[in-house]
């Protein structure tokens, strides 16, 4: 099914309906669906079945009999967040199939994916279709939302849950199954004013921000942080998801001196922003957090861009081509065989070698799980492999390693900031924050 089609989805989409060359109009039916569809849709239509196969395919028991593992997701390629959940959601997609293909794995991934268009009844909904024949081990998840929404089923379930969510809510003693790949939203907040401490102490910062569990994570924790740099803080600002002009927010941005705003959002809403600030002739500074920018939208908008900071923490596009990273086989082969454009930035960017990792993180658990000696099928299994793992660095894919401890599955307190010029993501400075125990939930 082509995902741009008006017909709403109603089955979950398995690994055997896109995986190799071999498999006929199936295939290409199913890869032009995923690598056509929107990023600017409503969130109405798509993902509203999930009763396919998922939860289906753990052939065998024990770790030597292990023929097949289920490895579920939940993307959002049509909803509020689909300008960057598409090429993370294709990026993920295109690591299984690679993986698969490649032999580097001793199991097949059954790799079944809903479009949930970030709605949090059709994530329910969904998980609990991947869930109706049995549980797979781990699951690749996306919004914060939903992930929270979710969290007490997978604990209860015993099911590793892989997001797209960085929210450092989703670190804390009952959510012991929530693992994700980046540094969390508010760190990453933290790292923005840390630099902005250290080169501008007298400077005035707020927040924008949506609406969202999404949106609201990083603020609270981030004010009490600016504040104890000596920081001025003044109100946060809401600048929804689908805004068309953030003219209001950055006049009273301005009436209240602010400086530097902290960006969290994704990229539409951040062009919408900085569209603004160059239509008032306004001279405030804007520092995005993970989801505000990617190669796309600085390319598309070079002057809008220039400038800004950003911090993430696995790298871009272009620095993964330009390194002999193992991780750059596994995109330049999947562009290959998908058909993609390395010239197409919507696709070619920093959030699809996101997606790349979080399937990394996801295999790689189940892989150690297996070095252990452990049933990899087992939810509970994975979690201990991946508290295990030592110096995860995502095939080369991140710029420093991560590593999962019991009582802290903060992956890294170090946040790279980047500096668009020209429309290029420049990398700037590695920001290493403390691991304090009082910034866990």
Not at 66 to 91: C, H, W
Not at 365 to 387: C, F, K, S, Y
Request: hydrophobic share 35%; glycine share 12%.
């Amino acid at each position: 099914m082509n995902i741009d089609d008006n017909t709403p989805e109603t089955a979950v989409h398995s690994r055997r309906g896109f995986l190799g060359k071999a498999g006929g109009a199936a295939a290409a039916a199913t890869t032009v669906g995923l690598a056509g569809c929107s990023g600017n849709g409503n969130g109405n239509g798509n993902g509203n079945g999930g009763n396919g196969n998922g939860g289906n395919g753990n052939g065998g028991n024990g770790n030597g009999g292990v023929t097949e593992i289920d490895i579920p997701a939940l993307y959002d390629l049509s909803g509020g967040t689909a300008d960057v959940g598409r090429p993370t959601g294709i990026g993920s997609r295109d690591a299984m199939a690679w993986l698969n293909e490649n032999d580097e794995v001793d199991f097949e991934i059954v790799h079944d994916w809903v479009d949930y268009a970030y709605e949090v009844p059709q994530a329910q909904q969904n998980y609990d279709s991947f869930t109706s024949n049995g549980e797979p081990p781990i699951i690749i998840g996306w919004g914060t939302a939903d992930t929270e929404a979710l969290a007490s089923d997978v604990a209860a379930d015993e099911i590793v849950y892989i997001s797209a969510s960085y929210s450092d809510g989703l670190l804390g003693g009952e959510t012991p199954y929530n693992f994700f790949a980046n540094l969390d939203y508010t760190s990453q907040g933290r790292a923005h004013l840390k630099w902005i401490a250290d080169n501008d102490p007298d400077a005035t910062i707020a927040y924008i921000h949506n609406t969202t569990p999404f949106g609201e994570t990083p603020v609270e924790g981030g004010e009490a942080y600016a504040e104890e740099l000596g920081l001025e803080v003044v109100d946060s600002i809401a600048l929804e998801l689908d805004a068309n002009s953030a003219n209001t927010q950055v006049q009273r941005a301005e009436s209240n001196d602010v400086d530097y705003l902290i960006h969290q959002n994704t990229a539409a809403p951040m062009q919408v922003l900085l569209s603004s600030i160059e239509e008032r002739e306004s001279d405030i500074e804007v520092m995005g957090l993970t989801w505000t920018v990617d190669e796309f939208r600085a390319q598309e908008a070079p002057n809008l861009f220039e400038g800004v900071r950003y911090v993430n923490s696995n790298v871009s596009f272009a620095q993964a081509m330009d390194s002999d990273a193992d991780g750059w086989q596994i995109i330049e082969e999947s562009f290959e065989r998908e058909e993609h454009s390395m010239d197409d930035p919507e696709i070619a960017n920093i959030n699809y070698v996101r997606g790349v990792v979080h399937a990394l993180l996801a295999v790689e658990g189940i892989r150690h799980a297996q070095e252990m000696g452990l049933d990899p099928t087992d939810g509970a299994n994975v979690r201990e492999a991946l508290i295990d793992m030592d110096d995860f660095d995502a095939w080369g894919l991140l710029p420093e390693t991560y590593d999962y401890q019991d009582g802290d599955r903060r992956p890294t307190m170090n946040g790279q900031t980047y500096v668009v010029e020209d429309g290029e993501m420049v990398p700037d400075e590695m920001v290493e924050l403390e691991r304090r125990e009082d910034w866990l939930p």
